[in-house]
């Protein structure tokens, strides 16, 4: 739910990347990320381990629920930001 907020707000700014958008906001990374699990009500979160440092893919395998599809919006959300970061021509 948090990655999928910060990428909604990425886009609304039109920012392909993390690093851009919080630059575009005089944020760091890990600024924005605790604004969106404070608003979505955690006080504190860690969205995986080593942040800020990229995930390793082993951190994925093994997360509750990386095996389930995601909802259909989702899949609309991911496939609009690879259309915004040139990844997909679609």
């Known amino acids: 739910?948090?990655?999928?907020?910060?990428l909604r707000m990425?886009?609304?700014?039109?920012?392909?990347?993390?690093?851009?958008f919080a630059a575009a906001i005089g944020q760091t990374p890990h600024?924005?990320?605790?604004?969106v699990?404070?608003?979505?009500?955690?006080?504190?979160?860690e969205p995986w381990e080593g942040f800020p440092a990229?995930?390793?893919?082993?951190?994925?395998?093994?997360a509750p629920g990386a095996n389930q599809?995601?909802?259909?919006?989702?899949e609309r959300l991911v496939a609009q930001a690879k259309v915004f970061a040139g990844k997909n021509k679609h």
């Open 1 to 6: 739910m948090l990655v999928f907020e910060v």
């Open 10 to 20: 990425m886009l609304e700014a039109k920012q392909p990347t993390i690093e851009k």
């Open 31 to 35: 600024e924005i990320w605790r604004q």
């Open 37 to 45: 699990c404070a608003e979505c009500g955690f006080d504190e979160c």
């Open 54 to 62: 990229r995930p390793k893919p082993e951190n994925w395998l093994h």
């Open 69 to 74: 599809p995601l909802p259909w919006y989702y």
